[in-house]
């Protein structure tokens, strides 16, 4: 059965719901960021000199370090086991091979080291995966076959899946439910008005200023998808 779309209200009520939930790991995340960035003050002793020797940054690059990011295992499964479906496979792990590589090279940060940096400093790493057609050359292809050569070179160089890391500090979601493929989920951050109207251009959002910072809410379910901007 389709899930009705839900409303606003309704998504503020689970953000009010599970919000007191994960209050207690931000702050700890917080704390746990600080010390990674050595953000962090030591009371000062009179005869002692303050030294920060950053243990817990190292642990967690070493850590970092140690995993093989490049070369990450996607599998998927052939329940047919027949010799198409094996090759369909093939062609989807090469796909999503690529899309990572992709997502990597595009980043300020490479995606999979800042998950692995967030898993092992905060305890939790989230992706969302975007579907921009943007990203692909727009109409219909073209008829000479010169124009149409570079338009699909175009096309095979570029996808429009792209892979963003999440901060996990700002998701909410029902931890009673797996984890790992939350029904539902939210994601709350600080935006400048500036950025929404880039990403919305077609909407009037002329009451809100280019350097008015807002929060921004993200619903995500297995069929919808909300967005809005608050004071």
Excluded at 21 to 35: E, K, V
Excluded at 103 to 129: H, I, Q
């Amino acid at each position: 059965m389709p899930l009705l779309r839900p409303s606003k209200s309704s998504i503020d009520e689970r953000v009010h719901q599970f919000e007191p939930l994960f209050r207690g790991w931000w702050d700890a995340a917080i704390q746990y960021n600080q010390m990674y960035r050595l953000d962090f003050h030591v009371p000062k002793h009179e005869d002692w000199d303050e030294y920060l020797t950053g243990t817990a940054k190292r642990l967690v690059d070493d850590a970092v370090d140690s995993i093989a990011l490049e070369f990450p295992q996607i599998e998927f499964y052939n329940p047919a086991k027949t010799m198409k479906g094996e090759e369909r496979s093939e062609a989807l792990e090469l796909i999503a091979r690529s899309v990572w590589q992709q997502s990597d090279t595009e980043s300020a940060l490479p995606v999979r080291r800042s998950l692995a940096n967030d898993l092992f400093r905060v305890g939790m790493a989230c992706t969302k995966t975007l579907l921009d057609y943007s990203r692909w050359p727009v109409g219909p292809p073209p008829e000479d076959s010169t124009e149409l050569e570079i338009w699909e070179s175009q096309r095979s160089l570029v996808s429009p899946l792209i892979v963003r890391r999440v901060n996990p500090t700002s998701l909410i979601f029902d931890p009673t439910e797996d984890a790992s493929n939350p029904p539902w989920i939210v994601e709350r951050y600080s935006r400048t008005g500036a950025s929404v109207k880039s990403r919305f251009p077609k909407l009037d959002l002329s009451n809100i200023s280019d350097d008015r910072a807002v929060i921004w809410t993200e619903y995500w379910d297995r069929e919808w998808r909300s967005y809005w901007a608050d004071d």
